[in-house]
C-alpha cells in the first residue's frame, strides 16, 4: 500500500499564491502518476494536475498557466504551487498517487481563496 500526507494549504487573498506538498511512503517504487484533484462544496471531485513519474504533466484549463505541478522522485513528494489564485480555486485539495493496484488518496487539504 501507499501512504499519503498532505501539507500547506490555508487562507489567502484573491491574486496571492500557496503551495501544497504530498509525500508517499509505503510502496513508492510502484507508483506511477501523482497528482492533485480538488472538490469544491456541492461538486464533483475534478483535476487539477498530474505528473508522471517522467516528469511529463497535464493541467485542467482552468488551472494552466497559474498552477505549476512538480515531483521529487527521490524524496517520493510532489509539489503544487498555485500562483494568482482566485476565489474559484477555493477547495478541498486531494492528493493521489497511482500504483498497477489501484490508486490511492490523502485525506485533502482545504484551500481557501478570498475576494
Known amino acids: 500500500q501507499v501512504q499519503l500526507v498532505e501539507s500547506g494549504g490555508g487562507l489567502v487573498q484573491a491574486g496571492g499564491s500557496l503551495s501544497l506538498s504530498c509525500a508517499a511512503s509505503?510502496?513508492?517504487?510502484?507508483?506511477?502518476?501523482m497528482g492533485w484533484y480538488r472538490q469544491a462544496p456541492g461538486k464533483q471531485r475534478e483535476l487539477a494536475a498530474t505528473i508522471s513519474r517522467g516528469g511529463s504533466t497535464n493541467y485542467a484549463d482552468s488551472v494552466k498557466g497559474r498552477f505549476t505541478i512538480s515531483r521529487d522522485n527521490a524524496k517520493n513528494t510532489v509539489f503544487l504551487q498555485m500562483n494568482s489564485l482566485k476565489p474559484e480555486d477555493t477547495a478541498l485539495y486531494y492528493c493521489h498517487a497511482d500504483a498497477p493496484w489501484g490508486r490511492h488518496w490523502g485525506h485533502g487539504t482545504q484551500v481557501t481563496v478570498s475576494s
Open positions: 509505503g510502496r513508492t517504487d510502484s507508483v506511477s502518476d
